[in-house]
């Protein structure tokens, strides 16, 4: 899992904070608001620029991204456990001949892997769940099943994602705060 928290620098905002104070306004309110706005739009940001890189739907990894409120702040938990290969978009199976199917997997845009022997189904009947697998002749014929990676490594092993993600809450608690700001002092 990952944390990243959206806290108020209240020395930044010193005037504002003096002023608000003069009137009697709930402060609170206005800091709760603005970090939870950056923290949607960090998750907004996150699920752009994860959806840019790998050919899992924008949706699915927006559902392993929680914003949740804190006292002074807000913060955004990215979190999951390994994605079902056939969420993402890019594979696809070929088969030239029976039984010697081939599953083309792209996770990363870009990155294309021929899975040989592999195919697309089910081990048994009554089986709801649909996966890739694969022979492995080396341990006698073994299926092994294949899994996408976790947003959390997906999010961890990329560094534009992370810088772009961070950056964008940042300035969107800078700009919030100003406007929360204002309105209380403007009514």
């Keep these: 899992m990952i944390e990243i928290e959206a806290q108020l620098d209240k020395n930044k ?6 002023r608000i104070f003069l009137f009697g306004k709930d402060i609170d309110k206005a800091i709760n608001r603005a970090a939870k706005r950056a923290g949607d739009s960090g998750k907004a940001e996150a699920k752009r620029q994860l959806a840019k890189e790998y050919t899992l739907p924008s949706t699915d990894i ?5 914003v949740n ?4 702040g807000a913060e955004m938990r990215i979190f999951s456990g390994v994605q079902d ?3 993402f978009r890019g594979v696809k199976p070929k088969t030239p001949l029976p039984g010697n199917g081939r599953v083309i997997v792209e996770i990363k845009k870009g990155n294309k892997y021929t899975l040989d022997r592999g195919f697309v189904g089910v081990l048994q009947k009554g089986q709801k769940k649909i996966g890739v697998y694969q022979r492995d002749e080396t341990k006698g014929n073994v299926l092994r099943k294949y899994h996408g990676p976790t947003t959390v490594g997906m999010f961890k092993a990329n560094e534009t994602v992370q810088s772009a993600t961070i950056d964008k809450v940042v300035e969107t608690l800078d700009k919030r ?9 403007n009514g």
Excluded: S
């Excluded at 905002?13 to 003096?18: E, S």
């Excluded at 409120?69 to 002074?72: A, C, D, M, P």
């Design 69 to 72: 409120q804190l006292r002074e």
């Design 177 to 185: 705060m100003i406007h929360e700001f204002e309105r209380l002092l």
């Design 62 to 66: 927006g559902n392993t991204i929680e």
């Design 85 to 87: 290969i056939l969420a």
């Design 13 to 18: 905002y010193d005037d504002y904070v003096r």
